[in-house]
């Protein structure tokens, strides 16, 4: 019986480590950056998979601590990322809102 454990969960690594790869290939092509950081986010998530599945298959629980804190750095992460593409899209529309009043602005001074 604990072959048959041991195989599924060195299938169920191997398989979650190909869809790394192909989140990847996601992360790198992008298009957009909203794409990029939720591919960073499933990149992560996969990675929490994998070390609980190690746990288990090693018997060793401090993994399971390990998972844990990697799963709080990689909200932290997902979070500042967001963040950050919140502040860039506030500063484009500032920066368009300001255009367009300076546009308004030169057609009443003529």
Not at 33 to 46: G, L, P
């Amino acid at each position: 019986m604990t072959d048959v454990k041991n195989a599924a969960l060195t299938a169920a690594v191997v398989l979650l480590a190909v869809l790394m790869l192909a989140t990847l290939v996601r992360a790198v092509i992008g298009p957009r950056f909203t794409d990029r950081i939720v591919a960073v986010n499933m990149i992560n998530t996969m990675a929490v998979a994998i070390i609980a599945i190690l746990s288990v298959r090693m018997g060793e629980a401090f993994l399971v601590d390990v998972a844990l804190v990697y799963a709080l750095l990689s909200f932290l992460t997902v979070t500042v990322m967001a963040r950050m593409v919140l502040i860039r899209h506030w500063r484009k529309e500032k920066c368009a809102k300001a255009a367009e009043e300076e546009k308004e602005a030169a057609e009443h001074a003529e």
